[in-house]
């Protein structure tokens, strides 16, 4: 028995513009108090769009509603990144402008996961990613960094919107739909840092505090978009070439640094898995994804000299029996139905990818306790219903 | 459509993308494949405002990139660029039918993607920041092209948001990379 979709015309609207009335809010509210109302404001911005996908809300006359079937959950993924962040975030005076755009951000992911037009949804992601690149480019200190990855974000768009606009386009058929596709999913990729591009956005993301979220931000709208997509070979060739550049790059690099290319594998493996479709590559794609929301916020804070909520390298939760790894197995099974000849380079590249903690085993804070017994809860939910 | 401004912006853009002196000329294609076409179509509104912008972008873009100094493309440069350019012109005429789609005559189509492939290649290829900038105003000038005959409204207001986000970092950031106050 199915539960008719209750009409609430208002929540869709409310949900989608909460960020950036939460930005107005923060950027006029005194220094003292913005750690709380930023908190604050994420809380009921989650909020607002858990609600919206629970009574699947639409925003009338517009191409914005909660996306079908599993990948509905996506919608509330940036905002939950954007909450966790703001709980871990060591919100100093002078990062209150970083506090500000990270509203933003999540906002315009939030928007363009939204989007249903493939179209307007390219322009969406574009915006998000232009306005990271914007930020980093301006930033004292940071404009080599801040070009290539400005450069890096207008090629993706300058690929995705003529690639999108040849798909929209009434009388396209045969190659020029294929051609559209093409543009699209490689220029959708290159924004969210898929394939080649995977480097220069995570070198990128040592910069400014906000480049540490730009990856999970970019990577939900365009996913939602390419699992929707036609070109599903274009995208599974994308995920699995992010796979190995991570797997390869996380052999060599500290460990520091490893926490966040564990997060880039992840997003590698559900390109994988948005590419294999069906319904366990479905799950797969919304389980890796919020697996990539839980730990992208809390990547940044590994380290040596960071004492933050979450200690250590992230890798070894690929091993582990928690919501990633469930991800992992339903993108295998996926796999298995579409391109059985690419389970074996996928595997392989995970097994690569997940060395073992330097120096003892991985130290959580309370932030850490938390999102582990949240991502093993989500392993219990996967296992009763994400077969189906 | 019997012009040869297509073949000659396909031309330009392959050759000369990624070389600042050659931005005004493939720009003034672009217009003038622009205009052509607003010639032919029943409402030529849409192709006079891209070629508009097309001269409002190009011209500070051009009198500001002249103020910094730029790295000639060394030959593995100039052959990716046009081996590349080559590569992709025809697998766009490959992948292009016959016949009209929507208002847009397929050479033009195929030269506003060509523009638009050939300027993200030089953007990729080049080590000179400032090639790299002349590489991505191309393609920008492709996009308007493909938004100024074929596109929706949306398109032409994104190609405008990029071209003035193009124009800031370039006379942000790249001044501060290339007059050494940054690494390159």
Redesign the interface.
Known sequence: MSIPPVSLPVLMPLALCWPFLSMGVLAACSPASARAAGVGLSAVGLGLAALAVALRSVWPGTPFAVPPGALGLLLPLPLLALFLACLSADMAPGRRGTGVLMHGLAGGAAVATACADP??GA?AV??VA?LV??AT??TR?A??A??DL??LS??G???A??GA?LL?????????E??GGLLLTVGLGTVAGLGPAAPVVLAAGDAVAPMALAPVMTAIPVLRHLAQGQDRIGVMALGLVTLWLMALSIRVAPPERRGRLSVGLMIGLAAVAAGAGGGAGLAGLVALLLSVALMGPLARQAGPDRHGPWDGSLAPLIHSPFLPFGGVVLTLVALCDVAPMLVLPMAVGVVVGSPLPVGGAVRTGWLGRGVTAMLLGGLVVLVLRGWR | MGSPLPGLLIAASVVLSGLRWALPWQAGLVVLTLLAAALDVEAPVRPCLAALFVVAGTAPLVWGLARLEDRPPVPTERISGVGGGLMLTIL?V????RGL??AVTRPDLIA??VA??S??LA??VRRS?VG?CAG?AA??N??ML?AGL???D??LA??V??QA??L??AF???R??AWG????
């Open positions: 179209l307007s322009v574009g915006g232009m690149a914007l480019a301006v200190g404009a080599r801040g070009w400005f450069r207008l090629s768009i300058l690929l919107v003529p606009a929209a386009a009434s009388d396209a058929a045969g190659r020029l294929g051609l | 766009a490959l992948a292009v039918p789609i929507d506003a993607l638009i492939l300027g993200v953007a990729a920041v790299q991505l393609a920008l492709g996009l493909l074929a596109g929706r949306a398109v994104g190609a948001a990029l986000a193009l800031v970092v942000v950031c790249l501060r990379i106050r940054e690494p390159t």
